[in-house]
C-alpha cells in the first residue's frame, strides 16, 4: 500500500514539474506587446454569506513598456518563478495579455490574494496551473508600482504575492 502511494506521490510530482517546465514553449518568441490589466473581481468564493455577488470590473490597463515586457517574460519562462503549492480559490485580478501581430497568443492570470497563476493559450486549448514564487512576486510587485496600479488595490488583496516577497 505504501509503494501505491509513493508511486502516485512521484507521477504527480513529476506532471507538476513537466507543466512548468512547458511555459517556454507556451511563450512564443515572437511576442509584439503585452497588455497589463487590473481587475476587480468578486465570486462566490469570496463573497459573505448573505450577500452572494459575481462581477468582474476593469480597473485599469497598460501596454507594458519594452523594458517591463522583457523583465516579465524572462520571469514567466524562468522554472524558478514558480512552486508547487496553490491554493484552492479560483479568484485572479491581475491578467498579462500577449499580442503576436495584434491577436492574444497567450494570457497570464495571476490573483494577488493567493499567487496562484493560470496560463492559457486560447489557440491550442493548452493551460497551465500553478504558484508564483518569491521571485515572481516580487516582480509582480515591482510591475504594479512602475505602472502606477498598486495604489489602485487593496493591501488584502495583494497579500498573495506580499507575503512571498
Not at 1 to 13: A, N, R, Y
Not at 30 to 43: A, E, L, T
Not at 88 to 95: D, R, Y
Request: with cysteine; charged share 25%; net charge positive.
Amino acid at each position: 500500500m505504501k509503494l501505491i502511494v509513493i508511486l502516485c506521490l512521484s507521477l504527480m510530482s513529476l506532471k507538476a514539474n513537466a507543466q512548468i517546465d512547458s511555459v517556454d514553449q507556451l511563450v512564443s518568441k515572437g511576442i509584439d506587446s503585452i497588455q497589463f490589466s487590473i481587475w476587480n473581481v468578486m465570486n462566490k468564493e469570496l463573497s459573505t454569506r448573505n450577500n452572494v455577488q459575481t462581477y468582474q470590473r476593469l480597473i485599469a490597463k497598460k501596454r507594458l513598456e519594452k523594458k517591463d515586457k522583457k523583465l516579465f517574460l524572462k520571469t514567466v519562462v524562468n522554472p524558478k518563478s514558480y512552486n508547487q503549492s496553490r491554493a484552492v480559490l479560483t479568484h485572479h485580478n491581475l491578467v498579462f495579455s500577449l499580442y503576436a501581430e495584434n491577436k492574444i497568443v497567450l494570457e497570464i492570470k495571476i490573483s494577488s490574494y493567493t499567487g496562484n497563476i493560470n496560463i492559457g493559450k486560447k489557440t491550442d486549448g493548452i493551460f497551465i496551473r500553478s504558484h508564483c514564487s518569491k521571485r515572481f512576486s516580487k516582480v509582480l510587485v515591482r510591475l504594479l508600482k512602475r505602472n502606477g496600479f498598486l495604489v489602485l488595490m487593496d493591501d488584502l488583496l495583494t497579500e498573495g504575492i506580499r507575503s512571498n516577497e
